[in-house]
C-alpha cells in the first residue's frame, strides 16, 4: 500500500514540477525577447507591457494544460458581478 501511494505522489510531483519548469523557460524566453524590443521606453510602460505578456502566457499555459479551467472561472465571476 505504501508503495502505491508513494509512486503515485511522486508521478505528481514529478509531472508538476516540469509543468512549472516548461513555464518558467517559455516566459524567461518571450519576456527577453520583449525586452530588446522595448528597452528604450518608460520603464513604467514597459513593466506594464511585461505584466500583461507574463498574465497573458501563463493563464494560456494552465488553461492549454488543463490544469485549471480558467475561463470557466471568468465567466463565472462575470455572470455573477452582472
Given at each position: 500500500?505504501?508503495?502505491v501511494?508513494f509512486?503515485?505522489?511522486?508521478?505528481?510531483?514529478?509531472?508538476?514540477?516540469v509543468?512549472?519548469?516548461?513555464?518558467?523557460?517559455?516566459?524567461?524566453?518571450?519576456?527577453?525577447?520583449v525586452n530588446?524590443?522595448?528597452?528604450?521606453?518608460?520603464?513604467?510602460?514597459?513593466?506594464?507591457v511585461?505584466?500583461?505578456?507574463f498574465?497573458?502566457?501563463?493563464?494560456?499555459?494552465?488553461?492549454?494544460?488543463?490544469?485549471?479551467?480558467?475561463?470557466?472561472?471568468?465567466?463565472?465571476?462575470?455572470?455573477?458581478?452582472?
Amino acid at each position: 500500500m505504501y508503495k502505491v501511494t508513494f509512486k503515485a505522489h511522486m508521478r505528481s510531483f514529478w509531472k508538476q514540477l516540469v509543468s512549472s519548469v516548461i513555464l518558467s523557460i517559455l516566459i524567461a524566453f518571450v519576456l527577453y525577447i520583449v525586452n530588446q524590443g522595448i528597452e528604450e521606453m518608460n520603464i513604467f510602460f514597459t513593466l506594464v507591457v511585461k505584466l500583461l505578456i507574463f498574465m497573458i502566457l501563463m493563464l494560456s499555459y494552465i488553461q492549454i494544460t488543463k490544469e485549471f479551467d480558467v475561463l470557466s472561472r471568468i465567466k463565472a465571476f462575470l455572470n455573477r458581478s452582472v
